[in-house]
């Protein structure tokens, strides 16, 4: 069964912080991605990583970079938290290839205050 | 219009009974399609793929129908732990990018 790791369920901090969301995947998966999921917007692609330091913008990556230093790991960073980065942060892996599905942590709820 | 769309529920239905879903796309580059099931307050996780032919998982049997563009997600003798939010997802050829829908919110009531 293939396992994605997400480093909190819960996390709180305060506008203007450097916030590091973490994700580690043991399948060996060539992608991995970041949403967020806020309610009535569905998931939101921030970014995604399709081999190691690699990395492409998503559809909403402002206030947020990433890091791939190694295959199993992809981070989200919020530079400088904002109250409206609130919300349920959702990491994904997958297999190469356009028909592969994404498999999901569990997800951090991060409140920004 | 958004290039995924889901009727957003909820579906209040009785054990046992028969509900279908529906997703509707825009792009007819898409390629690839499966059905999500998020449980509230928890992760999407994978209920099936859908292929061209039509396939069946047990109770579920997911189609597609590329003329129209849609595919469809059909629970029979419902549970009460089917009640979820179900979400589509739309892969366009040739992208790494997934395309979710919003979910369609399922209750079985007792």
């Known amino acids: 069964d293939v396992k994605v790791t997400q480093s909190s369920r819960y996390l709180v901090k305060r506008t203007g912080e450097k916030v590091f969301l973490e994700c580690v995947q043991d399948?060996?998966?060539?992608?991995m991605f970041w949403y967020r999921q806020d309610p009535g917007l569905g998931l939101r692609l921030i970014y995604f990583?399709?081999?190691?330091?690699?990395?492409e913008k998503g559809d909403i990556p402002e206030g947020y970079s990433v890091s791939r230093e190694k295959k199993e790991r992809f981070s989200l960073i919020l530079e400088s938290a904002s109250t409206n980065q609130t919300s349920m942060y959702l990491c994904?892996?997958?297999?190469?290839?356009?028909?592969?599905?994404?498999?999901f942590g569990d997800g951090t709820r991060l409140s920004i205050l | 219009r958004k290039e995924v769309e889901q009727d957003p529920g909820p579906f209040n239905v009785p054990e046992g009974a028969t509900v279908a879903f529906n997703c509707t796309y825009s792009?007819?580059?898409?390629?690839?399609f499966f059905w999500y099931r998020q449980d509230c307050r928890k992760e999407p996780k994978l209920l099936m793929s859908?292929?061209?032919s039509g396939n069946e998982d047990g109770r579920f049997t997911a189609q597609l129908n590329r003329a129209s563009q849609y595919i469809s997600l059909l629970i029979r003798d419902s549970k009460l732990s089917d009640s979820a939010t179900y979400l589509c997802?739309?892969?366009?050829?040739?992208?790494?990018?997934?395309?979710f829908g919003t979910g369609t919110r399922l209750k079985v009531l007792a």
């Open positions: 792009n007819s580059a898409s390629q690839s």
């Open positions: 994904a892996s997958s297999l190469q290839g356009g028909v592969q599905p994404q498999h």
């Open positions: 997802v739309v892969i366009h050829s040739g992208t790494y990018k997934y395309i």
């Open positions: 990583s399709y081999d190691v330091k690699m990395k």
């Open positions: 399948m060996d998966h060539e992608n």
């Open positions: 859908v292929y061209s």
